[in-house]
């Protein structure tokens, strides 16, 4: 990846890009959407991200003094979201702006829009009526909860979707209270729904020449993660239990407290041969020796008092120690890291990489977590100054003169 | 549609049961003893056997399953005579065949590669996501139901669609490499730029507070739900129209959200006694007329027979040769493609059909079951 100078660049054995010459015009807006594009993007699709003075990408514009960083005219956050992406300004609200919007949806390949249920079709740029203008359009929507349905019209919100998808219920151990995930989970779910839908589509599309209506909600993408639990749920008629950090599979298993504030240490033992691995690198406790540890069966059922005395020994020594000392053993462990930890240091994680904005300077963008032997990747290029791309768009898509563009202006299209 | 073999743990095996929601025919080679998948708990009708796993159940729908002992020669050629119709084998690491092999037998293939070394729980702490997890001074958590692997399952799916994508295109297959590492890594995202642009780390914030000042999961009547009451005066001012709580509108300093954050705790307590009194339902439903954005805390059981799901198609009935008729949930894009999955086929179902189908004889499959092969 880090190879390649241009977003134009080709992969070294000549391959373009998965999507190169894809265009994607893009309605979508705060994160499942933008998720979903920035993908696209990384696979070297066009993306043209449709912003307006009158609605903006509510990540996208400065509310004044903000400690979040980034850029003077955008946050970090939409400095991430929508790095790679072109960015046009549409007053889709004006009959000119509507005509320019619709004209661009004739020449592209996809839509993705994140709006409520309906948002679309007021502005008369729903999949119906773009449909006759663009056979081959993969249109791609993903509203909370679907186009159909008694809850279309709900409310929805990463927190909220985490409850209502059952990840609060199925999280933690019994009687435990709802726990919830601090990151954005259901936009990312989302996303990545959208994304491999979007890629079937155009397979499909390049056998029958047409293309595809496809009305996501979020809310199923995330129960669809727990279907598992729906399938035990339909047939037991029970609540699935809640297992904590526990398994059935392995014991003991945990996440055990460590000397320093807050510090903890993920163990799962796998084996008898591990699980005398542990021992040794306990130094041999005498509770150890308790017969009833000796098979799996006996930690499985003894969990709880296994645990306490697990935690006696952690609680001794830093996390890094317990870990350090147990991967030498052969015993799986790994420290909770923070997100310090996963940025930065000797093996700090892979999937961040560094990317220059020419406006603001060096910072740290989401790579993407595969690699092909052949084609090529994108490297991240800067998030766009809102409609830095209008001329370029304009020209480029719709073949437009600087003297057309001055006029639709005029009309109060570019607002 | 074409052709794609299955050789997936837990952390892929929903990247293939996506593909068969959007028409591939999957095949899921076992070794004859049946998978981990299969032994994944909780199981149907709670007997605990191979082909009553929910996770079977759920993640191999759609699929076929060809049962054969990749470590006998036979198995093998088996194994190879079928690859050389397909289009993409999804495997994780280690592969139990030889890699250049696998390629030079079928040069187009499309071929995905899971590395995925590490227990589920530990992979969570390491990713830096168990930190984001649970409530604040807690034991933090992982996060339940192995929902991880569907999320890494999602980046196996896009990534192996689009090289079959590039396929269809060029003609030229290519191996295709996942992280399951770098999945979980990549969720960190919001605190990466929060943490590289302002030096601060996020922390578990729990179930209360965890958007706006006033926001969380309450206990209801008959459960819990979740409220974010907006972070604006209007907003504010709505949800006192219907709360009527006389203490927290005496306070008109509440109207500003910094002061809502400041009195958190107060205002929580007060509306958790407030909310104690109904049922969750009447509470969203409420909510929900006055724009508000709140949603019932779910449990499986309850979106079981949840009516959007019902409306849109995503549990329809199904009824099953083993359990008989029950509520199934065909997956998201399979509901949005109209997709009608088939039941998870039980271990080795799909052998004889499989065989014919190669040119093996009926006594090839006698001879290969007496060997062991199969």
Redesign the interface.
């Known amino acids: 990846m880090s190879e390649k100078k241009s977003r134009l660049a080709v992969g070294s054995a000549g391959q373009a890009a998965p999507l190169a010459g894809i265009r994607v015009l893009d309605f979508s807006h705060i994160l499942a959407g933008p998720f979903c594009t920035r993908l696209l993007a990384d696979f070297g699709a066009d993306v043209v991200k449709v912003e307006t003075a009158t609605r903006p990408d509510r990540t996208g514009v400065r509310k004044g003094p903000s400690d979040t960083g980034g850029r003077s005219d955008r946050p970090a956050p939409y400095l991430n979201t929508n790095r790679s992406k072109r960015s046009i300004t549409i007053n889709l609200k004006t009959e000119a702006g509507y005509h320019l919007a619709a004209r661009l949806a004739q020449v592209a390949d996809i839509i993705v829009e994140n709006f409520s249920a309906g948002v679309m079709t007021r502005l008369k740029l729903d999949y119906e009526r773009l449909r006759p203008l663009n056979p081959g359009l993969i249109y791609v929507s993903m509203s909370g909860y679907g186009h159909s349905g008694p809850r279309q019209d709900w409310t929805s919100m990463n927190m909220n979707l985490q409850a209502y998808t059952g990840l609060m219920m199925a999280t933690g151990s019994e009687n435990d209270p709802p726990i919830a995930i601090s990151n954005s989970w259901n936009d990312y779910i989302g996303g990545l729904h959208a994304c491999f839908g979007i890629f079937e589509a155009l397979s499909e599309r390049a056998k029958t020449g047409v293309g595809a209506n496809l009305d996501l909600a979020q809310f199923e993408c995330s129960v669809a993660t727990f279907g598992a639990l729906l399938v035990q749920s339909a047939v037991n008629r029970t609540v699935p239990p809640r297992m904590g950090n526990r398994s059935l599979q392995y014991a003991p298993q945990g996440v055990y407290r460590c000397a320093g504030d807050d510090q903890w240490c993920a163990i799962s033992v796998q084996s008898d041969d591990q699980w005398r691995a542990l021992i040794s690198a306990m130094g041999q406790p005498a509770w150890a020796a308790d017969p009833r540890y000796g098979t799996h069966l006996g930690r499985s059922r003894n969990h709880d008092e296994l645990d306490a005395s697990i935690e006696s020994w952690t609680r001794q020594f830093e996390p890094a120690e317990v870990e350090r000392r147990l991967k030498a053993a052969g015993v799986p462990a790994e420290r909770m890291r923070r997100i310090r930890e996963v940025v930065k240091g000797p093996d700090a994680s892979q999937a961040f990489v560094p990317l220059e904005d020419p406006k603001g300077g060096s910072m740290l963008a989401t790579g993407v977590p595969f690699r092909f032997s052949l084609s090529p990747v994108l490297p991240p290029a800067p998030a766009p100054a809102l409609g830095e791309h209008i001329g370029e768009v304009l020209k480029g898509w719709l073949n437009l003169s600087d003297a057309e563009i001055e006029r639709v202006d005029k009309e109060g299209a570019l607002v | 549609m074409s052709l794609i073999i299955d050789l997936t743990a837990h952390s892929a095996a ?1 990247a293939t049961r ?1 593909f068969a929601e ?1 028409g591939h025919r999957v095949v899921r080679v076992e070794s004859p003893a049946g998978d ?1 998948l299969r ?4 199981f ?3 007997r605990p056997e191979l082909e009553n796993g ?2 079977h ?3 191999n729908a759609g699929k076929e399953s060809l049962t054969i002992d990749l470590k006998t020669s036979s198995g093998q050629k088996i194994f190879y005579d079928l690859l050389k119709k397909s289009v993409a084998l999804i495997a994780n690491l280690p592969l139990p065949l030889d890699q250049k092999a696998l390629l030079d037998a079928q040069p187009n293939l499309v071929l995905t590669l899971v590395e995925d070394s ?18 604040p ?1 807690e ?9 991880i692997y ?2 890494t399952g ?6 192996t ?6 396929l ?3 003609g ?1 297959g ?6 399951v ?3 979980l ?14 030096g601060k ?7 209360r507070g ?2 706006t000042a006033v ?1 969380g ?1 309450f206990p209801s009547s008959d459960g ?3 409220i ?1 009451v907006p972070h604006t005066v209007e907003g504010w001012d709505r949800f006192m129209e219907w709360v009527q709580d006389p203490v927290l509108m005496a306070d008109k300093s509440l109207a500003d959200e910094a002061e809502r954050d400041e009195k958190r705790d107060l205002i929580i307590n007060r509306l958790e006694l407030w909310s104690k009194r109904f049922p969750k339902a009447e509470l969203v439903a409420e909510s ?1 007329k006055r ?11 309850e ?2 027979e ?4 019902l ?2 198609g ?2 329809t009935q199904m009824d099953h040769p083993r ?1 008989g008729p ?4 065909q ?3 399979a ?3 109209g997709t009608r999955m088939k039941p998870a086929p039980t271990l080795g179902q799909h052998n004889a059909e499989i065989l014919a189908e190669l040119g093996y004889h009926e006594s090839d499959h006698r001879a290969l079951v007496e060997c062991g092969a199969m």
């Open positions: 929903y996506l959007t981990s032994r994944t708990g909780p149907l009708h709670n929910a996770y159940q759920f993640l590490e227990p589920e729980l530990c992979a969570f702490a390491r990713s830096g996501l168990l930190s984001l997890t649970g409530h001074g034991r933090p958590v992982l996060l339940g139901g192995h929902v569907s999320a999602l980046y196996v799916a896009a990534a669609a689009a090289a079959l994508y590039v269809q295109q060029t030229q290519q191996v295709v490499n996942v992280s590492r770098q999945c890594e990549t969720l960190n995202e919001q605190a990466m730029v929060t943490y590289a642009t302002t780390g996020t922390e578990r914030r729990g179930y965890a958007i926001s999961a819990y739900w979740m974010s929900q724009h508000i954005p709140a949603s019932p805390v779910a449990t499986a059981l979106l079981a949840d009516p959007q799901l409306s849109r995503f549990l359990f029950m509520m199934f949930p997956g998201a894009i509901t949005v493609l």
